[in-house]
Nanobody, 125 residues
Framework: VQLQASGGGLVQAGGSLRLSCAAS????????MGWFRQAPGKEREFVGA????????SYADAFKGRFTISRDNTLNTVYLQMNNLKREDTAVYYC???????????????????WGQGTLVTVSS
């Protein structure tokens, strides 16, 4: 399994970015997908997740209303649209594939696998 996140960069506070995660080596539509992030000196935290067909999403409270996850199973890609970015959103963002093989969306890093290198998002004031 290979998951390659991209689309990060430098953005001003209040701005937007759209991250992409291209998947290979798996039947993409069979896996729920999650987005996580890790800020310097902090643990990796759950951002949100999307079900196999994209019909259901789940977000950590801190991101509800600002971040949106979507997917295109024909392109084997999952997206993270981030709006109204804040300085505290500065982090490396990762995508991962659900490993539980259930219909539920999980928030624990241990329920996911296939972590790639991530993509760095830097928000300036």
């Amino acid at each position: 399994v290979q998951l390659q996140a991209s689309g990060g960069g430098l953005v001003q506070a209040g701005g937007s970015l759209r991250l992409s995660c291209a998947a290979s080596g798996l039947t993409f539509s069979n896996f729920a997908m999650g987005w996580f992030r890790q800020a310097p000196g902090k643990e990796r935290e759950f951002v949100g997740a999307i079900s196999r067909n994209g019909g259901t999403t789940s977000y950590a409270d801190a991101f509800k209303g600002r971040f949106t996850i979507s997917r295109d199973n024909t392109l084997n890609t999952v997206y993270l649209q981030m709006n109204n970015l804040k300085r505290e959103d500065t982090a490396v963002y990762y995508c991962a594939a659900d490993r539980t093989n259930t219909k539920y969306l999980f928030t624990d890093v241990n329920d996911y696998s296939g972590w790639g290198q991530g993509t760095l998002v830097t928000v300036s004031s």
